[in-house]
């Protein structure tokens, strides 16, 4: 099992510069969780110079304490994304330090249990302000330098539950599924600058705030039966979709959502039982 979070950076990979990504400016929200902070350590592996963006600074620190960089190539800032002066801020420091943004992972994201017939108007509000708002906000300060310096690629995570409802989960679906909107929205303004806007959605995967759900080994072995791939998936397998996006390799690719499953959504009409139509036994005995 590939472990959530790699503490150790493979510098070969920085003479081999496919992605094109060696250099730019490169700017993760929510950077100090499972998924932004893998994302953070791809983007340093490829060479870029990375901004890790947190609220939760005292995990940020940690997360860059293990990983023992030097500040030329890395940096950890504080920031709010439903404050539209803690975002500006940080902007204003990037650009200061190292020059306009080349690339932004709007990854920053919250999650609250609520009945949408019972959820509390405040709460639905300040899910919405993370989760979306928080993505627009960050979209127009660092969209800004990046039409400034004539070209730019943001990718923003969503989720599965972006296209397919999630109940009892408050405003989620309702949130990531306004992220696949606004980057759509996006892509076709800012377009003609030479910015382009996708979005990555995962499915289920394994990051430490999860992690407690699959220390049940029988719920584990029926979320693994349920995709075909045979296991789930980890922030390694959302960060590698990520760089690509941001890449060059990516160029002629805007409006889009990768959806990083595994197969599990192309699988879910096979989960209806159809007598005559099931999956046959193929293993012969002698």
Known sequence: MKAPIASNLDHSNFTHDWLGLAGRVCVVTGAAGGIGAEISRQFLNAGARVVMLDLDTSRLNHTLQKWNLPGSQVQGLPCDVTQQSSVETAADRVQASWGPCEVLV????????????????????????????GYLLCAQMFGRQMRTNGRGAMVHVASISASVPQPYSGAYSVSKAGVKMLSQLLSVELGEQNIRSNVVSPAMIRTPMSEGIYHNPVVLRQREAMVPAGRISTPSDIAETVLFLASDRASYISGQEILVDGGLTQSWLGMIPRPGFEKQDTTTTV
Do not use: Q, R
């Open 106 to 133: 709007n990854n920053a994201a919250a999650l609250y249990a609520d009945a949408v017939m019972d959820i509390d108007l405040t709460k639905w509000n300040k899910l919405l302000s993370v989760n979306l708002s």
